[in-house]
């Protein structure tokens, strides 16, 4: 295993047990064990828990982007169906984890926003960014006449950010989909105008 691959292993590994227990509840001996490698190797690539934690929040973003881009950018379809495929994507993602796991972003700022100003300006940053996104597509969409023309893009982009992560909770503490498709049926009919 190379270097890269060495932390890349790591930072997965600890974004899985992040996703299962929480920030708070995942040890660096817990990470390098379920990776198997040794503190050194934690030691030579982070300087310490939260600059691990950072670290796993950059990668998980990364990966999410490239992910987020591939659906809202596909101009083989219309923004309407991309901004779909992502719901479908997210239900598809929630089902397959049993509802263990929801948003590792929005479980990291229901868990650290509040304590950790670093952590929450990174995660604020990455949710920026996928608002941006949404909008992007919704504004593309306005234009073409697909949703209702008086739509404001930025407001619909936060609302399908904020109403989505919200969804995604009341779904793990449901262990059903049930919140994530109501939320769908609502966002395209209420605030896309689309029946």
């Known amino acids: 295993m190379t270097s890269n691959d060495t932390r890349n292993h790591i930072l997965q ?12 509840a995942t040890g660096i001996n817990a990470v390098l064990t379920s990776a198997g490698v040794p503190k ?13 934690g950072l670290a796993v929040i950059d990668t998980f973003a990364q990966e999410y982007d490239t992910e987020l881009d591939q659906i809202l950018n596909d101009t ?3 923004c309407v169906d991309r901004i779909r495929a992502y719901f479908d994507s997210g239900l598809k993602t929630m089902s397959n984890c049993e509802f263990t796991r929801g948003c590792l972003i929005g479980n990291l700022g229901q ?23 949404f909008e992007l597509c919704i504004e593309e969409a306005r234009l073409a006449g ?3 023309e008086f739509i404001n893009p930025a407001d619909a982009a936060s609302f399908l950010l904020s109403g ?6 009341r779904a793990k503490v449901l262990k059903s989909t049930e919140p994530m498709e109501r939320f769908v049926r609502v966002f395209f009919r209420q605030c896309l105008g689309i029946t």
């Open 13 to 24: 590994t600890g974004a899985d047990l992040i996703g299962q227990k929480g920030f708070g």
């Open 40 to 52: 050194g190797s934690f030691y030579h690539y982070f300087s310490s828990k939260n600059d691990f």
């Open 76 to 78: 083989s379809r219309s």
């Open 111 to 133: 868990e650290l926003a509040g304590q950790n100003e670093t952590f929450r300006r990174r995660l604020d940053t990455v949710f920026q960014g996928w608002e941006r996104r």
């Open 146 to 148: 697909d949703v209702d």
């Open 164 to 169: 989505w992560e919200g969804a995604i909770l």
